[in-house]
């Protein structure tokens, strides 16, 4: 039986406008049912390493939010359509620097591309807030990576299209299909703003808006989400210590995690330094652009990743939270 792929939203701003209003009315069913209320989206969920009654659909179908897979980019001179404090996904790899505007990826939320000779995934989840980027060889193969319309602790299931296993961006591994308990390996990214990244990389190509696809790059579709205190979709732990959509960057190290807050790093100076599984660590903060990275103690940057706080500690329950001294 030949699948069929519906790329959804359709293809004009009004008839997105539609969709997100037909989202919002299924929405309660979505969390009452999980998967039950709209399928599977042709994914084999027998045996999967996370609780199947804990995988939601997400409202598109398979691909409905469809991944560039033939990016274009342009030159950071030419990159008109951004604005200074507009947010980006910047990569420094193989002495190739990238930027992919958020403004995009909430559209899209992967792009698979190429950093010369190296494959990586570019993914980022409007729900949670994580911009994640991993190199796309997996289990000695190249891959490339869709959107499959299905969440886990409201966060995006990819799926790889040679043997449709479904991957959890947060997890960093497959959790069902051929390859469940296959890692991918996380790539340093940085989540910040175009200016920052600019002023940092002069040379930087950006993700163009000549996608092949009609979106309104200009208008964001889940406007009022980042400030919202509300969660769209179930999570399995919820902890109220911080409002659910407080930036934080996570980390992990030998299957440890720590989580830190930005309410925490802004107390703090822009740089210093902390311990945590044994090794020290250089923690940079920069508050005016919201950003920030960790360094090992030879200063290489460690990957680590920008999330909302509720997202980060659904997945991470027990995490270690970083706490500013007392004055």
């Given at each position: 039986?030949?699948?069929?792929?519906?790329?959804?939203?359709?293809?004009s701003?009004?008839?997105?406008?539609?969709?997100?209003?037909?989202?919002?009315?299924v929405?309660?069913?979505?969390?009452?049912?999980?998967?039950?209320?709209?399928?599977?989206?042709?994914?084999?969920?027998?045996?999967?390493?996370?609780?199947?009654e804990?995988?939601?659909?997400?409202?598109?179908?398979?691909?409905g939010?469809?991944?560039?897979?033939?990016?274009r980019f342009?030159?950071?001179d030419?990159?008109?359509?951004?604005?200074e404090n507009?947010?980006?996904?910047?990569?420094?790899r193989?002495?190739?620097?990238?930027?992919?505007?958020?403004?995009?990826?909430?559209?899209?939320?992967i792009?698979?591309?190429?950093?010369?000779?190296?494959?990586?995934?570019?993914?980022?989840?409007p729900?949670?807030?994580?911009?994640?980027?991993f190199?796309?060889?997996?289990?000695?193969?190249?891959?490339?990576?869709?959107?499959?319309?299905?969440?886990?602790?409201?966060?995006?299931?990819?799926?790889?299209?040679?043997?449709?296993?479904l991957?959890?961006?947060?997890?960093?591994?497959?959790?069902?299909?051929?390859?469940?308990g296959?890692?991918?390996?996380q790539?340093?990214?940085t989540?910040?703003?175009?200016?920052?990244?600019?002023?940092?990389?002069?040379?930087?190509l950006?993700?163009?808006?000549?996608?092949?696809?009609?979106?309104?790059?200009?208008?964001s579709?889940?406007a009022?989400?980042?400030?919202s205190?509300?969660?769209w979709?179930?999570?399995?732990?919820?902890?109220?210590?911080?409002?659910?959509k407080?930036?934080v960057?996570g980390?992990?190290?030998?299957?440890?995690?720590?989580?830190?807050?930005?309410?925490?790093?802004?107390?703090m100076?822009?740089?210093?330094?902390?311990?945590?599984?044994?090794?020290?660590?250089?923690?940079?903060?920069?508050?005016?652009?919201?950003?920030?990275?960790?360094?090992?103690?030879?200063?290489?940057?460690?990957?680590?990743?920008?999330?909302?706080?509720?997202?980060?500690?659904?997945?991470?329950?027990?995490?270690?939270?970083?706490?500013?001294?007392a004055?």
């Amino acid at each position: 039986m030949r699948r069929l792929t519906v790329n959804w939203p359709a293809s004009s701003s009004a008839l997105w406008a539609v969709y997100l209003v037909v989202a919002a009315a299924v929405i309660l069913v979505l969390i009452q049912n999980g998967v039950h209320a709209f399928g599977t989206n042709g994914f084999d969920l027998n045996g999967s390493l996370i609780p199947r009654e804990e995988i939601h659909h997400g409202g598109p179908p398979r691909d409905g939010i469809p991944s560039i897979d033939r990016p274009r980019f342009i030159t950071a001179d030419q990159a008109a359509f951004l604005n200074e404090n507009d947010r980006v996904l910047g990569v420094d790899r193989n002495g190739i620097t990238k930027a992919y505007p958020i403004r995009i990826l909430d559209y899209h939320e992967i792009v698979n591309d190429e950093f010369g000779e190296e494959s990586v995934v570019v993914s980022y989840c409007p729900l949670c807030g994580t911009g994640m980027a991993f190199s796309a060889e997996a289990a000695g193969q190249r891959h490339t990576f869709g959107v499959s319309g299905l969440l886990y602790n409201s966060d995006v299931l990819l799926y790889d299209r040679s043997t449709e296993s479904l991957w959890s961006q947060i997890m960093r591994k497959a959790v069902s299909g051929e390859l469940k308990g296959t890692s991918l390996e996380q790539l340093p990214l940085t989540h910040t703003t175009w200016r920052d990244w600019r002023r940092r990389h002069p040379s930087s190509l950006v993700l163009s808006i000549d996608t092949g696809y009609p979106r309104n790059y200009a208008r964001s579709p889940y406007a009022g989400y980042d400030e919202s205190s509300n969660i769209w979709f179930p999570v399995s732990s919820i902890n109220r210590r911080y409002h659910p959509k407080e930036l934080v960057i996570g980390l992990i190290i030998a299957d440890r995690t720590k989580v830190y807050p930005f309410a925490e790093l802004s107390k703090m100076a822009a740089n210093f330094n902390d311990r945590f599984a044994g090794q020290v660590l250089q923690i940079q903060f920069d508050a005016r652009n919201r950003s920030g990275r960790v360094l090992n103690q030879h200063g290489e940057e460690l990957p680590s990743t920008v999330a909302f706080w509720f997202a980060w500690i659904a997945f991470h329950p027990n995490a270690e939270v970083f706490t500013a001294p007392a004055r």
